[in-house]
């Protein structure tokens, strides 16, 4: 018997991802995966990216891409046809693009799949999310915008080196003959939707707040900021929502790979707000803690704070991919795994068995330890030595140096929840998820359990964003009262820690004395 089934892309930095999801019971039946290094040599990325000699500058080659959906396509097919499937059964399609990137056409609407999509380009590569080479745009729209705290308000997050519209800026200003070619620009996600549709289709609200150029409350472009930096509003286009249905696919998909041409196009968004969906943050008061090379902290919030808080000029807002009027907040710490590996070599033997032990041999010790072996930038801080402080001293080494295992994941914890608490209001927290390698131990749940005071929802979702395209592309042809089902069928899990009571007030304690310790730094 037929089945109806949705594919989600996933266009990230070293690979491209397609899964396909049964649409009635939401299991996945094909999950592909291009790698660009080696499945399409002859772009002659290294993890996907083309590294500038200047340090700064990162980009792809944006056909790359377009060449990774088809293949990508072509596996899903096969992986379907063991299963008696095909993609003829596709009803809906949607994708997650990594954030901030861009593409620059020199067409202004529709692709023709007849000539090479190089030659309806003005730049053949996209400057990409790890591009930093932007320090000066940013500068000069912050001060004319009064300020990282005004920027933050106005967009959701403060100017930040990697969000696109510095790219577009600056490439404006030195690459002006290519920029004049430029009809159209889109984001990565935007860019996906374009190709599956045959033509230029808007960027979504939610990955636009990612360009560090829209009004996150009006939820449309600044003008203020677009005429700032000398940008024609026209190639960057109407915004749609994330909800959105765009068209069909175009026939050239129809011919190349078998897909209906009924299938539905739903807006793309970006890979963060998709793994939000994924990971089932639906609901205001969700909170996600993911610890892995970078450790990042999401969490769902129904307002925007009505003061920004110059403290935290280092977290964004997002408009929220699923439900109107919620947003979600993003904190990215860079001190992660690599930091926690540290302190387990020197302290620990190598062994994340005997930092475990560690752990729970030093519970209840009000010492703090903080450690930075890489920059961090939140808050900003160049990588420096560790400091320590024990009974309100700071000290060289802490008298048990066991301490500094536990001190190291405390630390995690507590700067988290002094963000949170001071980017999320006063929101109930509903749900703490954790993801993450970490989260197979035990004594690191317990201590994050133990200083946020609340359960702890353990998730494994290595295909977060992918899974989270599928579900916005159900979410986006489902009639209001299947939307409501769908909302209360992602949002599941299952406990894995409960706060242990008698370490609330010691945790109290700790909590009051960051605010001391991140001011004399
Ligand atoms: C988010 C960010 C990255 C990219 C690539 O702001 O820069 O997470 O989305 O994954």
């Given amino acids: 018997m037929s089945k109806r089934l949705v594919l989600g892309f996933d266009i990230s930095t ?25 499945d399409l040599p002859s772009y002659q990325t290294v993890d996907g990216i083309h590294r500038h000699p200047d340090g700064h500058q990162f980009t792809s080659p944006t056909v790359m891409w377009f060449d990774a959906m088809k293949l990508s396509l072509d596996r899903v097919a096969i992986e379907l046809n063991d299963k008696g499937l095909s993609l003829r059964e596709v009803v809906a399609i ?16 529709v692709i023709n799949f007849n000539f090479d999509l190089q030659d309806q380009l003005s730049r053949f590569e996209s400057p990409i999310w790890m591009d930093n080479s932007t320090k000066v745009e940013c500068n000069l729209l912050e001060k004319y915008m009064g300020g990282a705290a005004n920027m933050q308000q106005l967009t959701g997050s403060a100017a930040v080196e990697r969000f696109s519209i510095h790219h577009i800026t600056k490439f404006r200003k030195h690459n002006s003959i290519s920029y004049s070619k430029t009809k159209r620009i889109s984001l990565v996600s935007s860019f996906g939707a374009s190709l599956l549709c045959g033509r230029i289709m808007p960027m979504d609200t939610t990955d636009a707040a990612g360009t560090n150029a829209m009004d996150i409350q009006a939820l449309d472009w600044s003008t203020a900021i677009l005429d700032f930096c000398e940008i024609d509003q026209s190639i960057l286009g109407n915004l749609t929502k994330p909800w959105d249905t765009l068209g069909v696919v175009d026939n050239f998909w129809v011919k190349t790979h078998g897909l209906s041409p009924e299938a ?24 996600l803690i993911s610890l892995g090379t970078s450790d990042t902290c999401i969490f ?89 402080v024990e009974e309100g001293k700071v000290v060289e080494e802490f008298s048990n140096p066991m301490m500094n295992c536990r001190a190291v994941i405390e630390y995690k914890a507590l700067i988290m929840k002094t963000h949170l608490d001071q980017m999320r209001g006063g929101t109930d927290i509903k749900r703490v998820l954790m993801t993450g390698g970490a989260t197979s131990n035990p004594a690191i749940v317990q201590v994050f359990s133990d200083i946020l005071g609340k359960p702890i929802v353990g998730l494994d979702m290595p295909e977060a964003a992918a899974y989270g395209a599928c579900l916005r592309a159900v979410h986006a042809i489902s009639t209001k009262e299947e939307r409501m089902h769908l909302l209360s069928r992602i949002s599941t899990g299952a406990v894995i820690t409960n706060p242990n009571k008698d370490t609330v007030s010691h945790y109290q304690g700790l909590y009051q004395q960051i605010p001391t310790l991140l001011r004399d730094l």
Wanted: with cysteine; glycine share 8%.
């Fill in 14 to 38: 070293q690979s491209c991802k397609c899964i396909a999801v049964e649409l009635e019971t939401l299991v996945i039946v094909a999950n592909t995966k291009v790698h660009y290094d080696s």
């Fill in 264 to 287: 539905k196009v739903v807006s793309w968004s970006g890979d963060n707000p998709c793994a939000v969906v994924g990971m089932g943050l639906v609901q205001p008061g969700d909170i």
């Fill in 300 to 388: 769902v919030v129904d307002q925007l704070p009505n003061h920004f808080h110059a403290e935290c000029s280092f977290g964004h807002f997002f408009p929220h991919p699923l439900l109107a009027n919620a947003f979600f907040g993003m904190l990215v710490y860079s001190n992660g795994d690599i930091t926690r590996r540290k302190i387990r070599d020197e302290y620990a033997e190598e062994s994340w068995t005997k930092f475990s032990s560690a752990i729970e041999s030093t519970q209840g010790i009000s010492s703090i330890g903080a450690y930075w072996t890489v920059d961090e930038i939140s808050p900003p801080l160049a990588k420096r030595d560790p400091v320590r």
């Fill in 94 to 109: 949607s994708g997650s693009g990594q954030q901030h990137g861009t593409v620059y056409w020199s067409i202004a609407d």
